[in-house]
């Protein structure tokens, strides 16, 4: 099973700053890893798939970056409706598995 | 608008059994792959199975094997998850999700809301 750890668990952000997430996978899962948003009492809602592009709909402000075991999502200058968890996900190997998730929290 | 629909979760006793099923609109349920991926509470995401379009193709989380089937009826335009013999680790929000592709080993484009599990005596 392919290991997928996000970090840091919780950021802590101001509005208007660039947040950073990470996701590293215990073994390479080339480009096949998505970001998801989950806000509080809501569905997940696919950001980015293949590493870097965006779904339908999702703004500029979110970028994905990386292959093989170390990914980034950076949000650019975070809203209040940005506020919410992260998960990133691999889909290179059975099982299909997701990182604990990355809490962007207000600062 | 692509749509689904979740139903049939609840409380039952460990060892009971409860079938999900999921209604989807808005697409061509037909030519998708689809998912139940799963969220116990507070907890993170965890993939539960996935069907290929056709059905014949099914996967299954090690912890699930042998207890959960994972079903389609393209005619009904629903996804069904049967779940026998429930533990109480079993209790969370499943949600059933669409593969945008015709492979089973991909991402999850849209998300149903979800419907409660609850395994306690």
């Known amino acids: 099973e392919i290991v997928m750890t996000q970090s840091p668990a919780t950021l802590s952000v101001s509005l208007g700053e660039r947040a950073t997430l990470s996701c590293r996978a215990s073994?390479?899962?080339?480009?096949?890893l998505g970001w998801y948003q989950q806000k509080s009492g809501q569905a997940p809602r696919l950001l980015i798939y293949g590493a870097s592009t965006r779904a339908t709909g999702v703004p500029a402000k979110f970028s994905g970056s990386g292959s093989g075991t170390e990914f980034t999502l950076t949000i650019s200058s975070l809203q209040s409706e940005d506020f919410a968890v992260y998960y990133c996900q691999q889909y290179d190997n059975w099982p299909l598995t997701f990182g604990g998730g990355t809490k962007v929290e207000f600062k | 608008e692509v749509q689904l629909v979740e139903s049939g979760g609840g409380l039952v006793k460990p060892g009971g059994s409860l079938r999900l099923s999921c209604t989807v609109s808005g697409f061509t349920f037909s030519t998708c792959s689809m998912a139940w991926v799963r969220q116990a509470p507070g907890k993170g995401l965890e993939w539960v199975s996935s069907i290929i379009k056709s059905g014949s193709h099914i996967y299954y989380t090690d912890s699930v094997q042998g207890r959960f089937t994972i079903s389609r009826d393209n005619g009904k335009n629903s996804l069904y998850l049967q779940m026998n013999n429930l533990r109480a680790e079993d209790t969370a929000l499943y949600y059933c999700?669409?593969?945008?592709?015709?492979?089973?080993?991909?991402?999850?484009?849209?998300w149903g809301p979800g419907t409660l599990v609850t395994v306690s005596s």
């Open positions: 073994h390479s899962v080339s480009s096949n």
């Open positions: 999700a669409r593969v945008p592709s015709a492979s089973a080993w991909y991402y999850f484009d849209s």
